[in-house]
């Protein structure tokens, strides 16, 4: 194995001689004059694709972590925990940084609705942003790419920066926990950032709430010497819990002004907090815009009136996110019953499915248990984990999501309100693989369309 400099010095040949002009890590898209990175797992199957990909794969140099048999000319083996240092010295020759303010979010739940606001902030105080994230690649109002994912590979970002970055102020970018324990973001330092909320997921990969945290502050070594991290004002054991020596802890100045009905939840109103905050830090200014200028982003607080009732379609998946939005709801729309409809990802934290059932049984008057994304998963299974955390609330599993969705609208009543949680702005339902065509806004829409009175 080399190490980075001896790698370094490699490379610093290679991209003259070779006429070096791109580099990729998926094998599909390098072409030949592209520095291809595989990473080969322990799994004997993964030698395998290898293998048989890379047969067809096109690249002037090839980047692996393990030596093969075969597999010598225009190969360079290192360890994979050096490559974001030798993909950075590659980036910044081929897609150099453009001069911007950066700006990351984190938290469990929130995210993608901070770093939307952010981008409208900007936008109404003069300011050119870009969002990455949950959302793909977003201008102000305007998805340029969507990538499919929460935070893209370290490549991919630092490509979308240069191609998509140039004539902005600034940039907003979830940080995911994944992203940050996996050096996705890697070189990169915020102007400021932003931490939501900690409640339990991904322990699929994380395995303990400590791990898991541990993931999250990660964000500390991203943001500049002394610049701040921006929490919630209302979340105050969360403020004890990140005070940081090297970085600022604040609060967000609370907002007393009168805001639109999306920011009647406490959860989104936190989220507007800590978006003016970070960015009266970033850009130094005492900010005042008109509220009522602001919209959610795709698939959150999503609201549409029916007759005498409403339906409300959000992205909420996690317990905490499901217990935020039915109050929201309930202090939304007092006197109303709740009926949920919800289901849980397949492959992901087997742990949280019966304690989101048992927070939607606090609130719900009535409970529909169908399908999110199966993934590989049995989705009968996966009801079979949540149905346990129901606690005597009237509720009924059906597995097919379409199903049960038209179901709910068939029985839904004056003075109701349906939560369709759980696929917010998605529109595919994935199952083994493959990405079928759903999305419960457009279910929404054409019913309210069939039903018009």
């Given amino acids: 194995m080399l190490n980075n400099e001896e790698l370094g010095n490699i490379l ?25 990175f595989y990473k080969i797992t322990e799994d004997p199957k993964s030698l395998e694709q290898f293998v048989q990909r890379i047969k067809d794969a096109k690249y002037a140099w090839l980047v692996i972590n393990r030596k093969v048999e075969g597999f010598s000319d225009k190969v360079t083996v290192i360890d994979e925990n050096q490559w974001p240092d030798i993909q950075k010295k590659i980036l910044d020759k081929l897609y150099p940084l453009p001069k911007l303010k950066f700006i990351g979010v984190t938290g469990t739940n929130g995210k993608t609705t901070t770093a939307d606001l952010v981008l409208q902030i900007g936008h109404l105080i003069g300011k050119k942003g870009l969002s990455i994230g949950t959302l793909g690649v977003r201008e102000y109002q305007k998805t340029i790419l969507d990538f499919g994912l929460t935070s893209p ?5 630092r490509k979308f920066l240069f191609q998509y970055g140039a004539d902005k102020d600034f940039c907003v970018m979830e940080a995911s926990s994944h992203a940050l324990v996996q050096d996705r973001l890697h070189g990169l330092l915020f102007d400021a950032a932003g931490w939501l909320s900690f409640s339990q997921d991904h322990l699929d990969y994380h395995q303990t709430m400590d791990e898991y945290f541990l993931a999250k502050s990660l964000i500390f070594k991203q943001l500049r010497a002394g610049q701040s991290l921006f929490v919630p004002s209302e979340q105050k054991d969360l403020f004890l819990k990140l005070q940081n020596k090297s970085h600022p802890v604040h609060p967000a100045g609370e907002i007393d002004q009168k805001l639109p009905l999306f920011f009647s939840t406490k959860f989104n109103k936190n989220n507007l907090e800590v978006a003016m905050a970070i960015m009266q830090s970033v850009f130094a200014e005492n900010i005042k815009i008109n509220f009522d200028l602001l919209t959610p982003p795709d698939g959150r607080f999503y609201i549409q009136g029916f007759n005498k009732s409403y339906i409300v379609v959000d992205f909420a998946h996690t317990p905490d996110a499901l217990e935020n939005i039915c109050i929201g709801i309930k ?18 934290d087997r742990l949280k499915r019966p304690k989101m059932a048992e927070v939607v049984s606090k609130f719900a ?10 993934r590989s998963e049995n989705p009968e299974q996966i009801i079979s984990d949540i149905l346990p955390g129901i606690k005597g609330t009237k509720f009924q599993a059906i597995t097919e999501r379409p199903i049960a969705v038209r179901i709910a609208f068939s029985e ?3 003075n109701e309100v349906l939560l369709l949680a759980g696929k917010g702005h998605e529109d595919y339902i994935l199952i083994n693989g493959i990405k079928h065509p759903y999305s419960d806004i457009r279910e929404v829409d054409e019913f309210i369309a069939r039903n018009k009175k």
Avoid: A, M
């Fill in 153 to 157: 590979s370290f490549i991919d970002l």
């Fill in 365 to 374: 008057d009535e409970i529909y248990v169908t399908s999110d994304n199966p």
């Fill in 12 to 36: 610093n040949q290679i991209i003259p001689s070779l006429r070096i002009s791109d580099i990729h890590w998926r094998t599909q898209e390098s072409t030949p004059e592209s520095i291809l």
């Fill in 331 to 348: 202090q939304t729309f007092p006197g109303y019953s709740l009926k949920v409809l919800f289901g849980c990802g397949g492959d992901r």
């Fill in 412 to 414: 839904l009543k004056d």
